[in-house]
């Protein structure tokens, strides 16, 4: 059984940064095997699409038009564990985040569908103060 648990959350100012990561879990678990995302939900919204990445360690990422620039998604396969820098956070970044993992043969394909992801973390709590 794979397991994903997010970590990094937290309260900061406007202008802040902070660090994600999604550590993942589980008997003959390989993040390698698996395309990655962030998402997030904000009080009273859909969850939404923020960043992904390719199997590749990087070679392909995407990200949402609201976070381009600020964000940075970026893994280590031999850790197992998936990152999310955020730089210069902003009220509107406030929302709890969800990893996800999605197993795929391709090396360097991405996606932003929540339904192609085939596991999920439970979240953490990310608030920026203006």
């Known amino acids: 059984q794979v397991q994903l648990a997010e970590s990094g959350g937290g309260l900061v100012q406007a202008g802040d940064s902070l660090r994600l990561s999604c550590s993942a879990s589980g008997r003959t678990f390989y993040l390698s095997r698996y395309r990655m995302g962030w998402f997030r939900q904000a009080p009273g919204k859909e969850r939404e699409f923020v960043a992904a990445?390719?199997?590749?360690?990087?070679?392909?990422?995407y990200y949402a038009d609201s976070v381009k620039g600020r964000f940075t998604i970026s893994r280590d396969n031999a850790k197992n564990t998936m990152y999310l820098q955020m730089d210069r956070l902003e009220p509107e970044d406030t929302a709890v985040y969800y990893c996800a993992a999605d197993r795929t043969i391709s090396t360097v394909s991405v996606t932003t569908m929540e339904n192609a992801y085939d596991y999920w973390g439970q979240g953490t709590q990310v608030t920026v103060s203006s």
């Open positions: 990445i390719s199997r590749n360690g990087g070679g392909v990422t």
